[in-house]
């Protein structure tokens, strides 16, 4: 049994971003995993970060026609969007490749998002703590669809600092929905969170790691 935080994994995760990479011939399966946010959360960022391979976005510059729907406040330099998935890939041993998908943020892509939640074993679910409602919707819908999902808190500069039970009361958490933190810039900081998101799964007999 391969474990999630493997010397292995770890020197999968220390190549260069980006570098073009085909999976290796022993890869027998693949596993999907949600990144899922409201706006501004930082999906396309770990995504980004994550992958072993030049990520697709379907990112498209933000006009005045969303400015009346789209909330900029605190969120001053976007000036992007994802309009239909970002993906990327990360080989997790040599039987298993591990595929993101970026879901965009706003209601109205939400048919969109149903059709990518579609076969996936799980969901991280990025949290913004200076606009926490703003993901009450995603965690809902995750709920209602009975994804198992970790609450994956992006430190910003200016992100405030809560203790975990009063994060996950505010939050309407169930107790077995880990709480994980990570600067989504940080290609350490986010291959970390993975991993610790992977061994969630892996504990809960969700996903099956094989030699």
């Known amino acids: 049994m391969a474990s999630a935080n493997s ?24 596993v999907k995993i949600l990144v899922t946010g409201p706006f ?16 697709l976005r379907t990112e498209e510059t933000m006009t005045a026609a969303s400015s009346a729907v789209d909330d900029l406040t605190g969120r001053g330099d976007k000036t992007t969007t994802t309009v239909a998935l970002d993906f990327g890939r990360i080989t997790l041993n040599p039987r298993l490749a591990l595929y993101l998908f970026g879901t965009p943020g706003q209601q ?14 799980g969901a991280i679910a990025m949290v913004d703590l200076r606009r926490p409602d703003e993901s009450f919707d995603v965690l809902g819908r995750l709920e209602e669809q009975q994804i198992p999902f ?34 989504a810039r940080d290609r350490r ?10 061994g969630h799964l892996h504990a809960t007999a969700v996903l099956e790691l094989q030699r």
Do not use: H, M
């Open 150 to 183: 970790a609450v994956a808190v992006n430190t910003f500069p200016d992100t405030p600092s809560y203790p975990e039970d009063e994060l996950r009361s505010a939050l309407d958490l169930l107790p077995d929905v880990p709480i994980l933190f990570c600067d």
């Open 189 to 198: 900081a986010a291959y970390d969170l993975l991993i610790d998101f992977v």
């Open 40 to 55: 501004g959360v930082g999906k396309t960022t770990l995504v980004g970060s994550l992958s072993e391979i030049t990520p």
């Open 108 to 121: 109205r892509f939400w048919p969109l998002w149903d059709d990518l939640s579609r076969g996936a074993l």
């Open 7 to 30: 010397a292995e994994a770890r020197a999968t995760a220390a190549g260069a971003p980006g570098t073009p990479q085909y999976l290796p011939a022993s890869v027998q399966g693949a």
